[in-house]
């Protein structure tokens, strides 16, 4: 079993940043692939930002060039670094991990979610 616990999210003004942490326990944590969704109020759960064991990276177009994630693996610890935040990047953000992830945009492929970090942006 894996357990994930994010933190770091907030109430920030249109154009601020913040950085999400998503720490993982568990076993053989470290070589899963690990990735980011989210979920606004009546919307659907969607891919954010993937990163393979090695740390391969992959984007969605909404967020791609303002943020950036991030592993370190000897800390079991994944990072979304957000930048130029946009009202519209409100939404309660998911950390997810597994084995057979491959850098998925598919939450279906993740065995293992945290409870997530609600991320508001004013504007």
């Known amino acids: 079993q894996v357990q994930l616990v994010e933190s770091g999210g907030g109430l920030v003004q249109a154009g601020d940043s913040l950085r999400l942490s998503c720490a993982a326990s568990g076993r053989t944590s470290s070589t899963y692939d690990m990735g980011w969704f989210r979920q606004a109020p009546g919307k659907e759960r969607e891919f954010v930002a993937s990163?393979?064991?090695?740390?391969?990276?992959y984007y969605a177009d909404s967020i791609k060039g303002r943020f950036t994630i991030s592993r370190d693996n000897a800390k079991n610890t994944m990072f979304l670094q957000m930048n130029s935040l946009k009202p519209e990047d409100t939404a309660v953000y998911y950390c997810?991990?597994?084995?057979?992830?491959?850098?998925?945009?598919?939450?279906?492929?993740?065995?293992?979610w945290g409870q997530g970090t609600q991320v508001t942006v004013s504007s």
């Open positions: 997810a991990a597994g084995p057979r992830a491959s850098g998925s945009v598919r939450s279906a492929d993740y065995d293992y």
């Open positions: 990163i393979r064991w090695y740390s391969i990276t």
